[in-house]
């Protein structure tokens, strides 16, 4: 794409705030994400004549290697001694990697990389502690919280790219943390901090310092209104791996989830729980998210979902009472909106449960987001079980996925579900049919295989 540039006059480009489109013009929508007045106008740097891989001597230029010569070495990751970042990572911190970590203003991503870089120099790995939008003394103060910390770990409050450059090429740190890329700008671009420009060049300096020194860099990104790290898009495809830290502020607990990794699974979630030291693991998920279940009460039961390898149960509340309006309302937390209007739906056509006058209200107790369908029988569990008020066993869950036709359907890692809910003291156990095969020897624990919605309800 063309760079408009008048005699005498330094080069001009158009980027889409929202998205990074670069255009050579103004337009009044964007035609990357089709969103109205987000082209803002910016100097662009042009590239010096000599310089890049043209003007490299042959001697210097990199040859292709064949794959069976490339050694894969167990020492490439680190590891941080927090094993639930580690397990989102695949296994530990990949030396030469540029991870960035998004997540809402106050959520604890600082904190967090504070305590990585605690336990980074407790091992006597060299940390450098880039920060752009606190002090040293505000950087202490929430230190002394976390613990003691030891000499290689070394702060920097410095917004200058190139200062930054200097300062990571000369100590050679094992890891390094930018907190925050929107604070970092280069005087090579005229634009201010935190504009596409300017956070896709310190994302490719970073970058560079990261392969070329073999230095393992966390980047922090603020994210938008829309849950999304802001800034151009680009700057998720440049990095190795997005780790995205959820949570309610109001709640205790907190997740790191990873949207995208190169080094390993992007399935696998780690829980936090936030405490006065700073965040402490959550070893055993499901025990804490059902901590405070109410016994005895209809529109409840319990489900177990996959996150990556680790099962976790969770509540599932229902309520359906009569609507005072022409229209039924319906309200979902943590579920798929759309997904439970279907499920109402099922109930209606194959099971002649008359939902339409009513409201309807579906909660995952504790806040979590959770869109796997293997969750769909126990939402229409819990909602028969308001619509009809009776109970549900408070020692039962429910696994399967419900058809349009009224079936359930087989989950995968059926096995590792209902080992979960044996081990938390479970004694009811509610599968698809089609999965039972693989528990025939598993004890201790009752389980019942229904082909389709109708024998579910039965059971209650």
């Known amino acids: 794409m063309g760079i408009t540039m008048a005699k005498g006059k330094a080069a001009v480009v158009f980027f889409c705030q929202e998205c990074g489109y670069e255009s050579s013009k103004w337009m009044g929508q964007c035609p990357g994400c089709r969103q109205w007045n987000t082209f803002v106008e910016e100097s662009a740097a042009l590239p010096a004549k000599g310089k890049g891989a043209s003007s490299r001597s042959l001697a210097e230029r990199p040859e292709p290697i064949a794959l069976s010569e490339v050694s ?17 990572l695949g296994g530990g911190l990949v030396r030469g990697s540029l991870t960035l970590v998004g997540g809402d203003p106050g959520i604890g991503k600082s904190t967090l990389l504070l305590q990585v870089c605690r336990m980074l120099a407790g091992d006597g790995r060299e940390v450098l502690y880039v920060s752009g939008e606190e002090s040293l003394k505000q950087i202490k103060l929430r230190a002394t919280r976390i613990g003691e910390f030891n000499a290689h770990l070394k702060l920097f409050c410095e917004t200058g790219l190139d200062a930054i450059e200097e300062v990571i090429r ?10 925050s890329i929107q604070t970092m700008y280069s005087d090579q ?4 901090p935190g504009s596409v420009s300017q956070v896709r060049e ?19 990104g603020h994210v938008t209104k829309e849950g999304t790290v802001a800034g151009p898009r680009v700057l998720e495809h440049m990095v190795d791996t997005v780790l995205y830290f959820e ?5 205790s607990y ?3 989830r990873s949207v995208k990794n190169r080094f390993g699974s992007t399935n696998e979630i780690g829980v936090f729980e936030m405490a006065s030291e700073g965040l402490r693991e959550v070893a055993n998920p499901s025990e804490f998210m059902l901590s405070g279940k109410p016994e005895h009460a209809s529109g409840s039961i319990v489900v177990c979902s996959m996150e990556g390898t680790r099962p976790m149960l969770i509540e599932i509340q229902a309520l359906v009472c009569h609507s005072s309006f022409g229209i039924p309302r319906r309200q979902t937390t943590g579920t798929d909106f759309n997904r439970v209007n279907l499920l109402i739906a099922v109930l209606e056509k194959r099971l002649g449960i008359q ?26 569990m819990a909602l028969v079980s308001s619509f009809k008020n009776k109970c549900i066993d408070d020692r039962m869950i429910a696994v399967g996925e419900v058809g349009l036709s009224g079936e359930v359907r087989g989950v995968s890692m059926v096995q590792a579900r209902v080992q979960e809910a044996k081990k938390l003291g479970f004694t009811t ?15 201790g624990i009752r389980v019942i295989g229904v082909g389709s919605v109708a024998d579910a309800i039965d059971l209650l």
């Open 355 to 380: 939902m339409g006058s009513c409201d309807a209200y579906v909660n995952l107790a504790g806040g979590i987001k959770i869109q796997e369908p293997a969750i769909d029988l126990g939402i229409v």
């Open 189 to 192: 671009i005229s634009s201010a």
């Open 202 to 220: 310190a994302t490719g300096v970073l970058l560079q310092l990261a392969k070329g020194l073999n230095i393992s860099v966390f980047i922090v």
């Open 429 to 443: 156990c509610i599968v698809p049919r089609a999965g039972m095969d693989v528990l025939k020897d598993i004890s």
């Open 247 to 251: 949570g309610d502020r109001h709640a």
């Open 254 to 256: 907190r997740i790191l």
């Open 170 to 179: 000369r100590k050679k740190p094992d890891v390094v943390v930018i907190d």
């Open 72 to 88: 894969l070495d167990e020492e490439d990751r680190l590891t941080t001694r927090i094993r639930e970042l580690d397990r989102v």
